[in-house]
Structure formats: structure tokens, C-alpha cells
């Protein structure tokens, strides 16, 4: 009787375990699926120092996002080969001259190749940048060799990877892939400090 | 005592099928980020070929894409665009006298539906033309090639192509 006892419990407990392991699988799938569709996970970089950087710009310009504080900031990584960074784009202009009165600038940081050893490839290299540049009609910074930078900020292993900074320098939102203006808006007024 | 132990026999077999859960649990996550992320495109066969030493032979070269992704294909539409290239390094015993792509299927994101881009999807095959000496040449040829989702796009990413080519 006593035997039986330690069985039912037993098998109760491994009932327990086999739903506890089902709710973490569950819990794991729904949010490895929520970050596929480019939702952000906010709770992960909400409130963190943005990762310091200083970039060249086309011209040879070294920009720094200290540069920016006291203004919010949308970090844009994008690369010429990459068509939904050339669907995004034009949103991210209309959106950085719609905003840019209240404190709000864009740095567009691409992540084309750059053969820092070869003048003429390294020439090649920026001018396919700049065509992009021109072509968008991109009013903001654009900085080059972001892959340089990439590792603080998650390996960028999807393009286009956004992340939002406040006026105090903090991440407030990030995005991969593209999603729609009307999301990019709402995370710009959150880094406005716009509800 | 029999129906002890018969409490001991499902307690085994539910701690199996526990576990079993656990693991399958487990390998769907690995599998998923491995598709999208680490193996975008992965060479089939052959994993060994037979050519005549020094002249040239044709070997179809097979690959499968992950489902939900594309790859530009050889003659991408746009400038910027990165092609995908089959090569074979020097000095490998084998040469590359030249490679046939399949044509591009016509391809446009939802997001953009005036955008046509010309990519593979699901599984293509490379014509490769080589030429091998005599012996025996473990080749390690490269595939390189940009792939991408509807709503984002991964790195360009050269694999290994391993064949053992074989000159007689």
C-alpha cells in the first residue's frame, strides 16, 4: 500500500514536470516566433545605455553617437544589397523630416564590405554606398563599416536591424527586419518620450 | 506487489516520454534558428563524382534552400545585388572551366509588390564544367550567395562545397 502511494506520487510529479516542460517549450516557440515577425523584444534592451560608437561618414567624417545626446536617435543598419532596407528607407526619411524639429535624427549606418587595404576597391566600395545615398535622397548621416560595431548590438545578423535611443542616450526599442511605418513611428515618439 | 510494479513500469515509461518531450522541444528551437540564421542553404550531393583526367566533364551540383527563404539568383535584376557564384580555388587538382546557373524564378516581396527580383527558392542545380588531373582530389569548392526573408535579409555567406572528384 505504502509502495503504491510512492508510485502515484511519483507519477504525479513527473505528470508536473512533463506540463511545466511543455509551458517553457511553449513560452520559447511563442517568443523565437514574436522576434521572426519583427516585434521587439523590448523587455531585453529597454532602458540600457545604447553601445558607444564613433563611425566614419562617406566622407571620412568621424561621427560618434555621444555626438547625439540630448536628441533621440534611430540606429539604422541597412546594407545596398539588401531590398527591404531599399523598402524601408524612404519611411525612415519621411519620418526623420517629420520629427526632426522635436530632437530627432536618424544615423544610417551601412554594413557593405570595406576593403580598408585596397584604395580602389575601398573607393568602389564608398561609391556604391553613396549611389544608395543618393537614390534614397537620405538626408541624414550615413556612416560606413558598421560590421565594425556590430557585436554590441546583437551581431546584426538580419538587415535591416533598427534600435531606438532616447535623449539620455538609452534604448528604448529595437526592430529587425522591416515592419511598417506606423511602427517605426510609434517607437520614434517612445524615444521622443511621446505615450 | 503486481500492481506496484506496474506503477514502477509507468513511472519509467512516463519519465521516457518526459524526456523524449523535453528533447523534441529542444531540437525544434535548434533546428529552427539553425535553418534560418546558420544554414541557409546546404549543398546536397554529389559527394563524390568520376571525371576523365584531363578533360572536361559536366556534374550537376544540387542545393536546398530553407523553406521561407531566397537566394538572388545568378543574374540578379539590380546592380547591387549579390549573385550567387559557384567557384572551385586554385590549385585543387580540379578546375572550374565554367559553371551554368538555372534561370531566376520572378520573385517580389509583400511589402513591395513593384519590386521584381529574380531568385532561387527550394532546391537549384549547378552545371558545373570541370576538368580534373589524374588521382584522387578532395575539392573544396565555394558556393557564395545573400539570402533573405520577405521582411529581412542575412549577410552574404560563402559554404564549403566538399566533393571528392576522382580523375581516371
Known amino acids: 500500500m505504502k509502495r503504491n502511494a510512492v508510485v502515484f506520487t511519483a507519477v504525479l510529479l513527473i505528470l508536473a514536470f512533463v506540463a511545466w516542460a511543455g509551458w517553457v517549450n511553449f513560452k520559447a516557440r511563442f517568443k523565437s516566433s514574436s522576434q521572426a515577425a519583427g516585434q521587439p523584444s523590448a523587455s531585453a534592451v529597454q532602458g540600457k545605455p545604447a553601445p558607444a560608437f564613433t563611425l566614419e561618414d562617406l566622407s571620412g567624417k568621424k561621427v560618434s553617437l555621444a555626438d547625439y545626446r540630448g536628441k533621440a536617435v534611430l540606429i539604422n543598419f541597412w546594407a545596398t544589397w539588401c531590398t527591404p532596407c531599399a523598402i524601408e528607407t524612404p519611411w525612415l526619411v519621411e519620418l526623420r523630416n517629420q520629427y526632426a524639429a522635436q530632437g530627432f535624427e536618424v544615423l544610417g549606418i551601412s554594413v557593405d564590405d570595406i576593403d580598408r587595404g585596397d584604395p580602389v576597391k575601398l573607393k568602389e566600395e564608398k561609391q556604391g554606398i553613396a549611389r544608395f545615398v543618393r537614390k534614397m535622397q537620405m538626408p541624414y548621416p550615413v556612416l560606413i563599416d558598421g560590421d565594425s560595431i556590430g557585436q554590441p548590438y546583437g551581431g546584426l545578423d538580419v538587415l535591416p536591424s533598427s534600435f531606438f535611443v532616447d535623449r539620455n542616450g538609452n534604448l528604448v526599442a529595437e526592430q529587425m527586419g522591416v515592419t511598417s511605418k506606423e511602427d517605426i513611428e510609434a517607437k520614434i515618439k517612445r524615444a521622443l518620450g511621446e505615450r | ?168
Open chain 2, 1 to 168: 506487489m503486481i500492481a506496484a510494479k506496474k506503477g514502477i513500469r509507468m513511472t519509467v515509461a512516463l519519465a521516457l516520454i518526459s524526456a523524449a518531450a523535453l528533447a523534441q522541444g529542444q531540437r525544434s528551437l535548434a533546428d529552427r534558428s539553425g535553418r534560418s540564421a546558420s544554414k541557409p542553404v546546404e549543398y546536397l550531393y554529389p559527394e563524390q563524382v568520376t571525371l576523365p583526367a584531363g578533360k572536361p566533364g559536366m556534374v550537376g551540383l544540387h542545393f536546398r534552400i530553407a523553406p521561407g527563404l531566397h537566394i538572388n539568383s545568378h543574374t540578379p535584376r539590380e546592380e547591387e545585388l549579390i549573385p550567387t557564384t559557384f567557384s572551385i580555388p586554385e590549385g585543387s587538382g580540379v578546375r572550374l572551366e565554367g559553371a551554368s546557373y538555372p534561370p531566376g524564378a520572378e520573385f517580389t516581396l509583400p511589402l513591395e509588390p513593384k519590386t521584381k527580383l529574380s531568385v532561387y527558392t527550394g532546391e537549384f542545380v549547378v552545371q558545373a564544367r570541370m576538368v580534373a588531373t589524374a588521382g584522387n582530389h578532395l575539392v573544396e569548392a565555394r558556393l557564395r550567395y545573400q539570402a533573405c526573408e520577405n521582411n529581412s535579409c542575412m549577410p552574404p555567406k560563402t559554404i564549403t562545397v566538399a566533393i571528392d572528384v576522382i580523375g581516371k
